[in-house]
C-alpha cells in the first residue's frame, strides 16, 4: 500500500492537519471531522495497520486506555452517562477507534434494528473550525487531568 494515500498515515505524520486531543509517541487521537456527536474522537496508531486485528496487543491495550480516558471526559463535558467505544474499519483502512458521546441510544446502531428494507445514508457535515477549536481544547484540558490523576 502506498502510505501517502492512507488518510489516517497523512494525520498521524502531520501532512494533514487535525484537531489533536492526545498526540502520544505511538498513538494520535483527535477530533472526527464529520462527528456523529460533538467530541467524537478518533483514536489511530501512529504507525500503519490496516485493522484493529492486526494491531499488536500492547497497542491495542494503549488505544483502549486512551479510549477510556477520553470517554471519562466526554461525559464530563457532555452530562452524558455512556460513550460508545467501536473499531469500525469502515471508512478508512488503518486501525482506528471512534469514542463517541451517546446523547441518544440510536447514535451508534446495528442495521439489525432498522426496520425499513432500504435504509439511506448521508455525508456528516463537517464540525465548524471554531466548535472544534474549543472541543479540543476542553478534551486535551480534561485528558491531562485523568492522566494526572491516575496512580
Given at each position: 500500500m502506498n502510505l501517502g494515500a492512507c488518510a489516517f498515515c497523512q494525520i498521524a505524520n502531520g501532512v494533514s492537519a487535525c484537531h489533536a486531543v492526545y498526540d502520544g509517541p505511538r498513538v494520535l487521537a483527535f477530533l472526527d471531522r464529520g462527528p456523529i456527536r460533538p467530541g467524537h474522537?478518533?483514536?489511530?496508531?501512529?504507525?500503519?495497520?490496516?485493522?484493529?486485528d492486526d494491531l499488536p496487543p500492547a497497542l491495542l491495550a494503549e488505544i483502549s486506555a486512551i479510549g477510556q480516558a477520553v470517554a471519562k471526559v466526554l461525559k464530563q463535558v457532555h452530562g452524558v452517562e455512556r460513550v460508545a467505544f467501536a473499531?469500525?474499519?469502515?471508512?478508512?483502512?488503518?486501525?482506528?477507534?471512534?469514542?463517541?458521546?451517546l446523547f441518544e441510544k440510536t447514535d451508534i446502531t446495528s442495521r439489525r434494528y432498522i426496520q425499513e428494507?432500504?435504509?439511506?445514508?448521508?455525508?456528516?457535515?463537517?464540525?465548524?473550525?471554531m466548535e472544534q477549536l474549543e472541543m479540543a481544547r476542553r478534551l486535551r484540558d480534561g485528558l491531562n487531568s485523568v492522566f494526572e490523576a491516575e496512580p
Open positions: 474522537t478518533q483514536i489511530i496508531p501512529r504507525a500503519h495497520y490496516p485493522y484493529f473499531f469500525t474499519g469502515g471508512d478508512v483502512a488503518h486501525a482506528h477507534a471512534h469514542v463517541v458521546p428494507p432500504s435504509v439511506t445514508f448521508r455525508a456528516l457535515p463537517r464540525a465548524p473550525e
